[in-house]
């Protein structure tokens, strides 16, 4: 057969040989290239802040650089042996996020002499790789964790009711502190819960997604019998339950959307999305009213330039507006800036602030694409993979990064009341960041077994063989 544009083959019918196998690209040269760009530009931030305060490189630099390196490359080695087809922009991204997280913290350390928090975040950091490598060394089938739902929930109410056993710190009861050891266990607990979430919804999802007993006159707005609602909504309550007596309502709100999302994404109803925005607002209106603690964050949102104008000073959210309007488009360079007067949660809650008043809008913004390509990579693992605990799983893992990122950045630039969370892998905090990095592992599993399935390999003859997912309780999912 000829065309214009030359010779051209077509499908002989006679032919019996099957079509060559299409190989998948593993990409792990373009990861390996990616993470050297993240650790380079890290440590190209840690000797620009040097320079600002100091005038000269600092004398660590070359060995936060090969500290951050070597991690770095541990993670890649062990991706590159035990998860060989994982998304190549999952790790580089989890890295140039936590070295930017380093040199933020490193860099208001410089302003507050007597507590310096730098040191613990990069063993911590070390911690979070570490158990990074675990996961992806050992786990080598997913699917394996949803034997374990119910041994996870209970370990998830359990680690969030054992801060209730500690006196509250900032107004919250979040934290377990043992001989100068701290711990938030609502860290943990958010993975344990969207293990639990994905493992029942994925097993009950056609009893969810028929229509049960109608609300009232509306045809449309029909839930599922109570026998199988029922125990995923009573686990739900309990977690928000313990989170409201502690006074910890990021995480809350964090829980309750991850609930939502996910019922959505296992029933493809819609409806659920407008019950719990409508439950949402009720229960923020009610809480902003009955709790002192929260209703004080809700009148500096509404008014937070009050305290200038009675001549108390600005408030922590007022000066994080201020840093963000000092930044500018492109900010004030690192190093430069004067972030550190928004007070103790410089380093945890507002962050953020210190990146937009030193990088300016298009550091923030790349920051926030960073996010949301970490976000991105996971809901398209979900949508790759063929069995629906996986699909769960990834959508809520990615989930609990994007409302994370919503919740902490709108509470600092004033789009919605302030909540205490930790930014992922910038802001201070141990749990957070080993949180975040076993999440991200997690993710690299998925993408691992998304692409793995659709390989055909090296089989004699261009045969296609089944992928790992291909077993009979979810052929026709």
Same mark, same amino acid.
């Given at each position: 057969?000829?065309?214009?544009?030359?010779?051209?083959?077509?499908?002989?019918?006679?032919?019996?040989? &099957? @079509?060559? !196998?299409?190989?998948?690209?593993?990409?792990? +040269? /373009?990861?390996?290239? =990616?993470?050297?760009?993240? #650790?380079? $530009?890290?440590?190209?931030?840690?000797?620009?802040?040097?320079?600002?305060?100091?005038?000269?490189? &600092? @004398?660590? !630099?070359?060995?936060?650089?090969?500290?951050? +390196? /070597?991690?770095?490359? =541990?993670?890649?080695?062990? #991706?590159? $042996?035990?998860?060989?087809?994982?998304?190549?922009?999952?790790?580089?991204?989890?890295?140039?996020?936590?070295?930017?997280?380093?040199?933020?913290?490193?860099?208001?350390?410089?302003?507050?002499?007597?507590?310096?928090?730098?040191?613990?975040?990069?063993?911590?950091?070390?911690?979070?790789?570490?158990?990074?490598?675990?996961?992806?060394?050992?786990?080598?089938?997913?699917?394996?964790?949803?034997?374990?739902?119910?041994?996870?929930?209970?370990?998830?109410?359990?680690?969030?009711?054992?801060?209730?056993?500690?006196?509250?710190?900032?107004?919250?009861?979040?934290?377990?502190?043992?001989?100068?050891?701290?711990?938030?266990?609502?860290?943990?607990?958010?993975?344990?819960?969207?293990?639990?979430?994905?493992?029942?919804?994925?097993?009950?999802?056609?009893?969810?997604?028929?229509?049960?007993?109608?609300?009232?006159?509306?045809?449309?707005?029909?839930?599922?019998?109570?026998?199988?609602?029922?125990?995923?909504?009573?686990?739900?309550?309990?977690?928000?339950?313990?989170?409201?007596?502690?006074?910890?309502?990021?995480?809350?709100?964090?829980?309750?959307?991850?609930?939502?999302?996910?019922?959505?994404?296992?029933?493809?109803?819609?409806?659920?999305?407008?019950?719990?925005?409508?439950?949402?607002?009720?229960?923020?209106?009610?809480?902003?009213?009955?709790?002192?603690?929260?209703?004080?964050?809700?009148?500096?949102?509404?008014?937070?330039?009050?305290?200038?104008?009675?001549?108390?000073?600005?408030?922590?959210?007022?000066?994080?507006?201020?840093?963000?309007?000092?930044?500018?488009?492109?900010?004030?360079?690192?190093?430069?800036?004067?972030?550190?007067?928004?007070?103790?949660?410089?380093?945890?809650?507002?962050?953020?602030?210190?990146?937009?008043?030193?990088?300016?809008?298009?550091?923030?913004?790349?920051?926030?694409?960073?996010?949301?390509?970490?976000?991105?990579?996971?809901?398209?693992?979900?949508?790759?993979?063929?069995?629906?605990?996986?699909?769960?799983?990834?959508?809520?893992?990615?989930?609990?990064?994007?409302?994370?990122?919503?919740?902490?950045?709108?509470?600092?630039?004033?789009?919605?009341?302030?909540?205490?969370?930790?930014?992922?892998?910038?802001?201070?905090?141990?749990?957070?960041?080993?949180?975040?990095?076993?999440?991200?592992?997690?993710?690299?599993?998925?993408?691992?077994?998304?692409?793995?399935?659709?390989?055909?390999?090296?089989?004699?003859?261009?045969?296609?063989?089944?992928?790992?997912?291909?077993?009979?309780?979810?052929?026709?999912?």
């Amino acid at each position: 057969m000829t065309t214009k544009a030359g010779p051209t083959l077509a499908a002989d019918p006679s032919d019996p040989s &099957p @079509p060559p !196998a299409v190989r998948l690209l593993r990409r792990r +040269g /373009v990861e390996f290239t =990616l993470t050297v760009v993240a #650790v380079l $530009l890290s440590v190209y931030g840690y000797c620009a802040v040097g320079l600002a305060k100091n005038g000269t490189v &600092p @004398p660590g !630099a070359a060995d936060y650089g090969a500290g951050l +390196g /070597v991690l770095a490359l =541990l993670a890649h080695l062990v #991706v590159r $042996l035990r998860a060989p087809y994982a998304d190549p922009l999952l790790l580089p991204i989890a890295v140039l996020l936590n070295g930017l997280g380093l040199v933020l913290i490193h860099r208001l350390d410089l302003e507050t002499p007597a507590d310096h928090a730098a040191p613990a975040q990069l063993n911590w950091s070390t911690l979070g790789v570490a158990l990074f490598i675990t996961v992806v060394a050992l786990l080598r089938d997913h699917r394996v964790l949803q034997r374990y739902a119910y041994v996870s929930v209970v370990a998830a109410l359990a680690l969030l009711a054992l801060p209730i056993l500690f006196p509250p710190v900032n107004g919250a009861r979040i934290w377990v502190r043992i001989a100068g050891f701290s711990l938030q266990p609502g860290e943990f607990a958010k993975v344990l819960l969207a293990l639990f979430f994905a493992s029942y919804l994925a097993a009950n999802r056609n009893a969810l997604a028929y229509a049960g007993r109608q609300i009232w006159r509306f045809k449309r707005l029909q839930l599922p019998t109570g026998r199988v609602l029922g125990p995923i909504v009573t686990i739900w309550l309990l977690s928000v339950g313990v989170l409201v007596l502690e006074r910890d309502l990021g995480t809350s709100l964090l829980f309750f959307g991850l609930f939502v999302i996910m019922l959505y994404v296992a029933t493809g109803r819609t409806g659920w999305i407008a019950v719990g925005l409508l439950l949402a607002c009720v229960g923020a209106v009610a809480v902003g009213w009955l709790e002192p603690h929260v209703h004080s964050r809700v009148e500096d949102w509404l008014h937070p330039f009050a305290s200038i104008e009675a001549g108390q000073g600005p408030n922590q959210l007022a000066q994080s507006l201020f840093a963000f309007a000092s930044g500018g488009l492109l900010g004030t360079g690192l190093g430069l800036g004067h972030s550190i007067l928004i007070g103790f949660a410089a380093k945890s809650d507002f962050i953020l602030a210190t990146a937009g008043e030193e990088l300016g809008l298009a550091g923030l913004a790349a920051i926030f694409l960073l996010y949301a390509l970490l976000v991105e990579r996971g809901f398209r693992a979900g949508l790759a993979l063929r069995d629906p605990f996986g699909r769960l799983l990834a959508t809520g893992l990615a989930s609990i990064v994007a409302l994370q990122v919503f919740v902490i950045a709108g509470g600092v630039t004033g789009l919605i009341p302030l909540t205490g969370m930790a930014m992922p892998f910038l802001a201070q905090g141990g749990s957070s960041v080993v949180t975040n990095w076993i999440i991200v592992a997690l993710l690299m599993r998925l993408s691992d077994s998304a692409r793995r399935q659709d390989d055909p390999g090296p089989l004699p003859g261009g045969t296609l063989p089944a992928g790992p997912l291909d077993g009979p309780e979810v052929r026709g999912a």
